[in-house]
T-cell receptor, first 114, second 114 residues
Framework: DGGITQSPKYLFRKEGQNVTLSCEQNLNHDAMYWYRQDPGQGLRLIYYSQIVNDFQKGDIAEGYSVSREKKESFPLTVTSAQKNPTAFYLC?????????????FGPGTRLTVT | AQSVAQPEDQVNVAEGNPLTVKCTYSVSGNPYLFWYVQYPNRGLQFLLKYITGDNLVKGSYGFEAEFNKSQTSFHLKKPSALVSDSALYFCAVRDVEYGNKLVFGAGTILRVKS
């Protein structure tokens, strides 16, 4: 899991509440990513950021928001507009956005919304 | 769009036997291919990548992968499986047409029995 921390490990929320997942990295990486993992579906990209104060939508951005105010931090907010928020959320970072860079992943946050 | 396919949901192998986890890809242009492993309730760990050069790529924990351009495959291999290799394995490709994001396969569960 390297130098990427995600907190908390488990998170429980009631439907209709917004919730923010934390992601911090000490690898001095420029690029950061948020993925959602559901059983049998692999990972799907929610948002990514190549540099501070810049981010782009991924494949499933609806109902999510992010910010990138600091290089080491990329928090994800799951809003009440996300229809099916229960999932395992993974944050990743890479040295750059170039195709040859591998991504390093955090330990994940399992969100359960009831 | 770039894509990868992992045709086997699960692979079973006896400890000490060689293992292969299959991956095929579809890309326009040069492929940038990656393998990751995930243990239960953990983040993904990078195993190896193919960018260019030798078709046989060596990675972490004794794993290697064979890139075959004519068959558009990038199978993960290990000469002698360990029980501790049991995990979920993901193949991924960089989508160079879409911000170099990683596109993941659905994953293959590897079970190594003693």
């Amino acid at each position: 899991d390297g130098g990427i921390t995600q907190s908390p490990k488990y998170l429980f929320r009631k439907e209709g509440q917004n919730v923010t997942l934390s992601c911090e990295q000490n690898l001095n990486h420029d690029a950061m990513y948020w993925y959602r993992q559901d059983p049998g579906q692999g990972l799907r990209l929610i948002y990514y950021s190549q540099i501070v104060n810049d981010f782009q939508k991924g494949d499933i951005a609806e109902g999510y928001s992010v910010s990138r105010e600091k290089k080491e931090s990329f928090p994800l907010t799951v809003t009440s507009a996300q229809k099916n928020p229960t999932a395992f959320y993974l944050c990743a970072s890479s040295m750059g956005q170039g195709a040859y860079y591998e991504q390093y992943f955090g330990p994940g946050t399992r969100l359960t919304v009831t | 769009a770039q894509s990868v396919a992992q045709p086997e949901d699960q692979v079973n192998v006896a400890e000490g036997n060689p293992l292969t986890v299959k991956c095929t890809y579809s890309v326009s242009g040069n492929p940038y291919l990656f393998w990751y492993v995930q243990y239960p309730n953990r983040g993904l760990q990078f195993l190896l990548k193919y960018i260019t050069g030798d078709n046989l790529v060596k990675g972490s924990y004794g794993f290697e992968a064979e890139f075959n351009k004519s068959q558009t495959s990038f199978h993960l291999k290990k000469p002698s499986a360990l029980v501790s290799d049991s995990a979920l394995y993901f193949c991924a490709v960089r989508d160079v047409e879409y911000g170099n994001k990683l596109v993941f396969g659905a994953g293959t569960i590897l079970r190594v029995k003693s």
